[in-house]
């Protein structure tokens, strides 16, 4: 459910990586820049997410006013995980609120 929005937060900070594993993904032509290379990427991992149905936090049926409430917890326990320091551009707090406040409605997003 977060991957393409966290990739497409870190992309500025891994154009090359991102781009590269788009190519070999066959979602871009190697040929193409690295901008559209990476964004092909993150299209892509939207497309997968779609096409496996992976649900957004709405349609998996969780109550919306106890998604946004719980987002402080959310984001510590994520930055407590250590997984957020593996991010090429790591998030700060605020920043991981707002990567879970994205998914909300679009899984994938």
Do not use: C, H, K
């Given at each position: 459910m977060?991957l393409?929005?966290?990739?497409?937060?870190?992309r500025?900070?891994?154009?090359?990586?991102?781009?590269?594993?788009?190519?070999l993904m066959?979602?871009?032509?190697?040929?193409?820049?690295?901008?559209a290379q990476s964004?092909?990427?993150?299209?892509?991992l939207?497309?997968?997410?779609?096409?496996?149905?992976v649900?957004s936090p709405?349609a998996?049926?969780?109550d919306r006013?106890?998604w946004f409430?719980?987002?402080p917890t959310?984001?510590q326990?994520?930055?407590a995980s250590?997984s957020?320091?593996?991010n090429?551009?790591?998030?700060t707090?605020?920043?991981?609120?707002?990567?879970?406040?994205?998914?909300w409605?679009?899984?994938g997003?």
């Amino acid at each position: 459910m977060l991957l393409p929005t966290v990739t497409a937060f870190s992309r500025e900070a891994a154009l090359q990586r991102y781009g590269e594993a788009a190519v070999l993904m066959g979602w871009a032509d190697a040929s193409a820049s690295t901008e559209a290379q990476s964004q092909a990427l993150i299209e892509g991992l939207s497309a997968l997410n779609q096409r496996l149905a992976v649900p957004s936090p709405a349609a998996f049926g969780i109550d919306r006013d106890a998604w946004f409430a719980a987002l402080p917890t959310m984001a510590q326990q994520a930055q407590a995980s250590g997984s957020p320091a593996n991010n090429p551009r790591v998030p700060t707090l605020e920043e991981m609120e707002g990567l879970y406040a994205a998914l909300w409605g679009n899984a994938g997003a």
